[in-house]
Structures are given as structure tokens and as C-alpha cells.
């Protein structure tokens, strides 16, 4: 465990770590990375620092590494590429562009889409095997959302149910109104 001394901090550096580590709206990663080079800059010791701010030691230490380094930069977040995507955008553009067209304008025997039946296309005819909550994940992410389409007192969604239905038969006798 090397130690490791802070460098002296410019009036604007100060200002700037001061308002930051003191702050309720700035992220919370950025006030703690401020409170360390704070907390350093009055002379507190690394592992002391470290209990306050509940981290270790050795973070505490490439913090004020960074910060001697690159200064006010050092305690903004870097971008971190993460995992590469698992679908590309041309799939996922198949996806929201599958979606948004009607089953039946694809030949298909159904006037809908389900999360099943629409993967079992996009697997079949796309080649794109995904699971039903990875295509839930993109369409809600598009703004896209499942509606319960047949309902008692909603719209039908079968164009054709009236015909296949037949006529309504009469189930229950009309009351005679009574006369006033």
C-alpha cells in the first residue's frame, strides 16, 4: 500500500470540489469521488477517508491518483461500452417493423400479433430466434405496448366474427312493459 498525497489545488479546483462534495443534486457518484479529493485536500489519510465515504482503501487511493492526474475530468464518469448488443440494429428494426404490421398484409390466419406468435414468425420466417421478453424489451422501449384486444364491450378484432358467429339466438323472453 503505497501512500499517496494529494497535489495542491488550484482556487477554481477547490471552488469546484467544494460546491460538488457539499451538493444534493449533483449524481451521487460525483459527490463521492468530490468528498474524497474534499476530505484529502484537509489532510485526511486514505483509509480514513475510505471509512467515511464506506469504500476501499485502495479505490480511495486510484481516486486521488486520478484526480492529481487529470484534475476537475477525474471526477466525471467515463463512458463504459459494457456489453455489445446481442441483436443488431437491422433485427431489432425487424422486430419494431414486424410488429407494426398487420398479420394478416404478411398472409398470416390471424388479424393480431401475440409476444408468442410473433416470435414464432420472426424465428420462421426472419431468422431471428429471440425470446418473447427480449421482443417485449424492444417494443416497450419503442413505446409500444400490448393492448388486451377482445373484450366484452370492446371492439372486436376479427373482421369477419359477425359472419363466423351466425345469428344471435334469443336466449332469455322479452318482458311485456308494464302500461302507465
Avoid at 485526511?44 to 475510505?50: Q, V
Wanted: with cysteine; proline share 5%; aromatic share 6%.
Amino acid at each position: 500500500m503505497a501512500p499517496v498525497c494529494l497535489r495542491d489545488l488550484t482556487a477554481e479546483e477547490l471552488t469546484t470540489v467544494k460546491r460538488l462534495a457539499h451538493s444534493h443534486t449533483a449524481p451521487a457518484q460525483r459527490v463521492q469521488r468530490a468528498q474524497i479529493i474534499w476530505r484529502a485536500s484537509h489532510g485526511e489519510s486514505a483509509s480514513a477517508i475510505a471509512a467515511r465515504v464506506d469504500l476501499d482503501g485502495e479505490t480511495v487511493r486510484k481516486r486521488i491518483r486520478c484526480f492529481n492526474a487529470e484534475g476537475l475530468e477525474a471526477l466525471k464518469d467515463r463512458y463504459r461500452s459494457g456489453r455489445p448488443p446481442t441483436y443488431s440494429a437491422e433485427q431489432t428494426a425487424t422486430v419494431i417493423a414486424t410488429a407494426l404490421t398487420k398479420p394478416e398484409t404478411l398472409g398470416l390466419p390471424f388479424a393480431t400479433w401475440t409476444l408468442d406468435r410473433l416470435a414464432a414468425y420472426l424465428h420462421e420466417a426472419k431468422g431471428i430466434a429471440m425470446q418473447r421478453s427480449r421482443i417485449d424489451e424492444i417494443l416497450l422501449h419503442e413505446g409500444l405496448r400490448w393492448h388486451k384486444h377482445e373484450t366484452w364491450f370492446g371492439e372486436r378484432v376479427d373482421p369477419a366474427f359477425a359472419e363466423k358467429r351466425g345469428q344471435s339466438k334469443r336466449s332469455t323472453p322479452r318482458h311485456p312493459r308494464a302500461v302507465v
